[in-house]
Each structure stands twice: as structure tokens, then as C-alpha cells.
């Protein structure tokens, strides 16, 4: 599948931008799963205790169901729950909103932007 694989990314939210890199691989139950090499992790032994699980909604739409995380961005760290939506292109490009809801209802979008590596 032409989705998977690495992206070099940047994760925006608030005015504020980190780098990142984020790596798409196949998951069990036709999922795809993100992982980033600082910044977004998930709990060992959650749900999604490999990295944030997608669904592939069409040949390039993904949709992200609510799942626990972690936050570490230039606007703070955060732990609590991430739904998602975007799009990997065929492109090499992607473009991924998160949309985090922290312990205190803390609400906070990151935008996910970036190019296949």
C-alpha cells in the first residue's frame, strides 16, 4: 500500500510548530496505525498500545476513533483522549487534524502536515 511508510511532518497547534516524524504501518483489524518518533505516544497496554489506530475511510480519508494519548508539543504536555480525521495522498503528502480532549476537558487541536520520506 502506497500510504505506508514514513512522513516528515510538522505538528502545529497554537500558533506554534514542532518536526516530527510520523510512520504509518499495517494493524491488525484492517487498521492503520501512526506512530511519531517524539512527541505522540500512547499508554503500553491501552487499546492502542502500538501507536494511534486508524481507519481507512476511502483510497486516501482516515479517521481517527477515540483513544488515549500523550501530548509532549512546544504548547505544553498533555494526556488524555485524540479523535482524528485527514488524508494521506497519493501524493506523498499528508494532512492529519487531531483533535485532543485533556484531563480537565482541556480541548486542543494539532495539525499534522507534512511529505512521504
Given at each position: 500500500?502506497?500510504?505506508?511508510?514514513s512522513y516528515?511532518?510538522m505538528?502545529?497547534?497554537?500558533?506554534?510548530?514542532d518536526?516530527?516524524?510520523?510512520?504509518?504501518?499495517p494493524g491488525?483489524d484492517d487498521?492503520?496505525?501512526?506512530?511519531?518518533?517524539?512527541?505522540i505516544t500512547?499508554?503500553?497496554g491501552?487499546?492502542n498500545?502500538n501507536?494511534?489506530?486508524a481507519?481507512?475511510k476511502s483510497?486516501?480519508?482516515?479517521a481517527?476513533?477515540?483513544?488515549?494519548a500523550h501530548?509532549d508539543h512546544?504548547?505544553?504536555?498533555?494526556?488524555?483522549?485524540?479523535?482524528?480525521d485527514g488524508?494521506?495522498?497519493g501524493?506523498?503528502?499528508?494532512?492529519v487534524?487531531?483533535?485532543?480532549?485533556g484531563?480537565?476537558?482541556t480541548?486542543?487541536?494539532?495539525?499534522i502536515?507534512g511529505?512521504k520520506e
Amino acid at each position: 500500500m502506497e500510504l505506508l511508510g514514513s512522513y516528515s511532518v510538522m505538528i502545529s497547534s497554537m500558533g506554534k510548530s514542532d518536526p516530527d516524524v510520523m510512520t504509518v504501518t499495517p494493524g491488525t483489524d484492517d487498521k492503520l496505525l501512526f506512530t511519531f518518533a517524539a512527541g505522540i505516544t500512547t499508554d503500553v497496554g491501552a487499546v492502542n498500545a502500538n501507536g494511534l489506530r486508524a481507519d481507512l475511510k476511502s483510497s486516501s480519508m482516515i479517521a481517527i476513533a477515540a483513544q488515549p494519548a500523550h501530548i509532549d508539543h512546544s504548547t505544553g504536555s498533555l494526556s488524555g483522549m485524540v479523535t482524528g480525521d485527514g488524508s494521506l495522498n497519493g501524493d506523498g503528502t499528508c494532512d492529519v487534524m487531531l483533535h485532543f480532549v485533556g484531563d480537565g476537558s482541556t480541548q486542543q487541536d494539532y495539525e499534522i502536515s507534512g511529505t512521504k520520506e
